[in-house]
């Protein structure tokens, strides 16, 4: 794992809603071209992690569901401060606060999330919106506070994409920003490594719960050519994974509370907590990549230990 | 005749079946008209009960503000908008339950705005 303690990332294990990737460039992030097309990556990106947190849904009230509400961001920022190596940057992705009707509780939301998580020891911070966030006022009150709904960035080689699948309340990415990440794509070499960072799923996961985004297929029409695609995102609150083709998606968990597998349950209701056994449910996933031995192991890891 | 249909009425209510009664009315001879109210952050009623090959009629209403009517399984997808009635019209050629949900994000218990069609012989 890199340079990072294990114990460390353990104790973001213990918490939930936390991702470690590294190696990003390298398979499982995608397929890879073979050890030959690894080795000539190795010369020119490094590895790196980032942290993914999802979900925390600051101003939810539930005791039932979460007693911690209040807590729980802290303690998952206290955690990510306590890494003896930090990581690059960390990514929220979406449903950062929960939704009100009354926009200035939604700006007090904003506010006071925004000033927890200012207290991270890593400044490169990531936002994504969710629809808690964005749909009801389509994404006003969040531009205010945390930028722009869709945008990209580079780190290390790695070309990250912020998709907002949200602001609108029919869920769907529409024309416009379609063509803008159209745009973009053009100009990326095809074995690009490329991050795509959402909230809801580009797949149909489980459209009966609205677990979808609406045009998501012109999405993954427009990243199917490229090599390594691999997308990060949040929504359902609990860890997933799937492949559309070569592009892995993987969802991170919740920092509230955990929601049932999609369809178990005739409603999409939280689960409650379970005061004697707190955080069942949550548990983290590990994706470490040994480049150099073109090894790679995904460890699912659970939330209580021992 | 009036006397009849009054007895039916009295009957139905005595039933227990009221509420059904008073939302489902037929439309052309052959297909069922439903009525389903969409409210945060509810579905009234919240299971409909078919046959499968009955053509079905759902008229949508909206109490409070916009909401979505989504059945993927039967591809239905409506927009429910206040002081309309949207009419959505398909016959279900399948029996089983099937869920859905509001797609128009509402507020704080969307999540939970769902309700089932169930499909019988």
């Keep these: 794992m890199n340079d990072i303690d294990r114990r460390d990332f353990m104790k973001l294990a213990g918490?939930?809603?936390?991702?470690?990737?590294?190696?990003l460039g390298f398979s499982p992030f995608g397929t890879n071209g073979g050890p030959k097309a690894l080795k000539a990556r190795m010369i020119s990106q490094e590895d790196f992690y980032f942290v993914q947190l999802s979900d925390t849904h600051w101003g939810f009230d539930g005791p039932k569901v979460n007693p911690d509400a209040q807590g729980t961001l802290k303690k998952a920022v206290a955690l990510v401060n306590s890494l003896n190596e930090q990581p690059d940057f960390v990514v929220f992705t979406?449903?950062?606060?929960?939704?009100?009707?009354?926009?200035?509780?939604?700006?007090?939301?904003?506010?006071?999330?925004?000033?927890?998580?200012?207290?991270?020891?890593v400044k490169a911070v990531r936002?994504?919106?969710?629809?808690?966030?964005?749909?009801?006022?389509?994404?006003?009150?969040?531009r205010r506070f945390f930028g722009e709904l869709h945008y990209t960035f580079d780190h290390?080689?790695?070309h990250f994409i912020v998709l907002d699948n949200v602001s609108d309340p029919d869920a769907v990415i529409g024309a416009a920003?379609?063509?803008?990440?159209?745009?973009?794509?053009?100009?990326?070499?095809?074995?690009t490594p490329i991050v795509v960072l959402t909230h809801r799923p580009l797949f149909?996961?489980?459209?009966?719960w609205d677990w979808a985004t609406r045009d998501a297929a012109a999405v993954i029409d427009a990243l199917m050519p490229y090599q390594n695609v691999t997308v990060f995102y949040g929504h359902i609150h609990q860890e997933h994974h799937h492949m559309t083709g070569h592009i892995a998606h993987h969802a991170a968990k919740s920092l509230i509370f955990p929601l049932p597998a999609p369809g178990s349950t005739p409603k999409r209701a939280p689960m409650l907590w379970d005061p004697a056994a707190p955080y069942k449910g949550l548990g983290v996933r590990d994706v470490e990549a040994e480049v150099r031995k073109s090894k790679y192991e995904i460890t699912e890891l659970p939330v209580t230990k021992g | 005749m009036n006397r009849t249909i009054a007895l039916l009425f009295m009957l139905t209510a005595a039933s227990g079946a009221v509420t059904l009664a008073a939302s489902v009315r037929t439309g052309s001879p052959s297909e069922k008209v439903i009525r389903v109210t969409a409210k945060k952050f509810e579905f009234s009623p919240g299971e409909i009960t078919v046959k499968k090959g009955e053509p079905l009629v759902l008229e949508l209403t909206s109490a409070d503000r916009e909401h979505g009517f989504y059945l993927p399984d039967f591809g239905v997808e409506a927009k429910i908008k206040p002081?309309?009635?949207?009419r959505v019209s398909f016959t279900p050629g399948k029996i089983g339950k099937f869920n859905f949900a509001?797609?128009?994000?509402?507020?704080?218990?969307h999540e939970e705005m769902s309700g089932a069609l169930v499909v019988t012989e």
Excluded: N
């Design chain 1, 15 to 23: 918490l939930g809603g936390v991702v470690f990737a590294s190696g």
């Design chain 1, 94 to 121: 979406g449903d950062l606060t929960h939704t009100t009707d009354d926009p200035k509780v939604r700006r007090d939301r904003m506010a006071e999330f925004q000033e927890i998580v200012s207290t991270l020891k």
């Design chain 1, 127 to 142: 936002f994504i919106a969710g629809e808690h966030d964005a749909a009801l006022d389509r994404g006003e009150a969040y």
């Design chain 1, 156 to 158: 290390k080689g790695a």
């Design chain 1, 177 to 191: 920003q379609l063509k803008w990440l159209q745009a973009d794509l053009k100009q990326l070499k095809r074995d």
């Design chain 1, 204 to 208: 149909d996961l489980y459209p009966q």
């Design chain 2, 83 to 86: 002081g309309a009635v949207t």
């Design chain 2, 102 to 109: 509001c797609d128009v994000f509402c507020g704080s218990g």
